[in-house]
């Protein structure tokens, strides 16, 4: 299927560092299959068959039937309950490792947000069998991960040994690698991680949308070990898992590593390592699929909106499914002079009056809709605001203020606490943003500056911090 990358990640990874990539390889990117999940069907007992014609079936760890086919990906929930142990997941094949030493694991990811541990592949176990003399288990670990951290844009391949928890002083309990390919979330990536024996030891191999990224740091990183190495892999504790963190469930540091959140698609696994110009071959021909997403809806974050004259307001519209091909949009007004949209969907209020902004897509047409108010800018007070008190803190002074919406008007204001010295020079400043407060509701709020205990106070409501137009009464 087509998928649309972000130029600007696209650079990004050139300019992280990477090999060049030769001419493209013909379709020898196809050898060595041992499984391929495309996704194309609509359910989650169909959508998960092995299309490589292989018969290794993919099976859907479902934790209430969170997890689901749509739009030809496979769509992981995030963390399962704490009453269902093992969570949404894929499963692979029991045995699939069964004397495969080099491999590959490519996958098409949309990451939402995920946190910090998350697992795009987890092959081998997390049982109890071992004991120490105490009888204490030894949360006896062997796998081969592939994680990725999004707060700091790195990804980690680690082969994880037994007796990790207990055993601390074995200098080979683990044996792993760290590389940066920056922060992928919410937009497709292809991830291809390659494993290969190359002397003596195996070496891995990362690479984002067709491109290799050099790894930054290794722990003990002669890796020797090969998948086979892992043992026979078969059953719920002891198999072959994508979008599962199987850290996070094994009794230790439960819910720490939550299990994937976002979609996956054209899932392959290898028997063998693929080279640079394979690697860059599939990414172009997965780009290029003919199977585009179609767009099946738009949603405008707001129905209805109230604004003054020369209010401004973004609206944003919301495409379904996430990864559409095409995801173009146009907005327009039902009439002339009383709002402008721009491109980006920004309203600016010319005049009283009411008028609808409709968003359309480039694809497939479908419209949604804003209804918008347009009021007469008014010399009364937009927000009604109350002293309840201030009182020194560690870094100046704590101000507590009570906000009362006046009026039905929409958007986001600032509420401004200025601080002043004997000589009326500023001596600090706080604000905080007011978003949508609905017409006579009263919100608390308590703004901390860096002055004084004993500077003179302003409080007030400006519309933003640039135009400077005053919503409220100052109070002092």
């Not at 959508?47 to 209430?64: E, R, W």
């Not at 044996?175 to 497709?188: L, N």
């Not at 002293?387 to 929409?410: I, Q």
């Amino acid at each position: 299927m087509k998928k649309t990358v972000k130029a600007a990640a696209a650079a990004l990874i050139l300019w992280l560092g990477v090999r060049a990539v030769p001419a493209l390889a013909a379709d020898t990117y196809n050898d060595g299959l041992l499984l391929y999940y495309s996704f194309n069907d609509e359910s989650v007992s169909d959508g998960l068959a092995d299309v490589s014609g292989n018969g290794n079936d993919g099976q859907a760890m479902n934790d209430y039937g969170k997890l689901t086919v749509s739009g030809g990906a496979l769509s992981f929930p995030g963390p399962g309950s704490y009453y269902s142990d093992m969570g949404a997941a894929l499963r692979l094949p029991d045995g699939v490792n069964d004397g495969v030493t080099d491999f590959t694991y490519s996958a098409w990811i949309y990451a939402r947000g995920s946190s910090d541990g998350v697992r795009f592949f987890d092959f081998g176990n997390r049982s109890y069998t071992d004991l120490t003399p105490f009888g204490q288990p030894t949360n006896a670990y062997n796998s081969f991960l592939f994680e990725y951290f999004p707060s700091t844009g790195r990804a980690r391949f680690q082969d994880r040994r037994i007796a990790y928890v207990y055993n601390r002083d074995d200098p080979v309990s683990y044996v792993e690698t760290y590389f940066r390919p920056y922060t992928f979330t919410d937009d497709w990536y292809m991830f291809t991680l390659t494993y290969k024996k190359e002397g003596v030891y195996y070496v891995p191999r990362l690479y984002v949308n067709g491109l290799p990224v050099r790894d930054f740091r290794s722990d003990y990183a002669c890796f020797t070990r090969s998948l086979c190495d892992l043992g026979a892999l078969k059953g719920e504790i002891n198999g072959l898992y994508v979008g599962r963190n199987q850290w996070s469930e094994d009794g230790f540091d439960v819910g720490t590593n939550p299990d994937y959140t976002g979609m996956m698609d054209e899932v392959r696994l290898y028997d063998r390592a693929l080279t640079d110009e394979e690697v860059k071959a599939l990414y172009q021909a997965t780009l290029s699929r003919d199977a585009d997403f179609s767009v099946t809806g738009v949603s405008v974050n707001h129905g209805e909106l109230t604004l003054w004259e020369g209010d401004t307001y973004q609206l944003s519209a919301e495409i379904n499914p996430p990864n559409a091909a095409n995801k173009g949009l146009r907005w327009r007004t039902s009439v002339g002079g009383i709002v402008t949209v721009g491109s980006d969907g920004r309203v600016t209020a010319k005049k009283p009056g009411e008028v609808t902004v409709t968003v359309t897509t480039d694809d497939g047409h479908l419209r949604d809709r804003c209804n918008i108010t347009v009021l007469p800018r008014s010399s009364e007070p937009l927000y009604g605001l109350e002293l309840a008190g201030t009182e020194a803190s560690a870094t100046g002074m704590d101000v507590r203020v009570r906000v009362t919406k006046l009026s039905p008007r929409s958007g986001t204001d600032v509420l401004v606490a200025a601080a002043y010295d004997g000589d009326g020079r500023l001596a600090g400043l706080a604000t905080a943003r007011l978003v949508d407060i609905p017409e006579g509701q009263t919100t608390a709020l308590t703004l901390t500056l860096s002055a004084p205990p004993d500077s003179r106070l302003k409080v007030f409501v400006w519309d933003d911090v640039d135009s400077m137009i005053p919503l409220s009464e100052t109070k002092k």
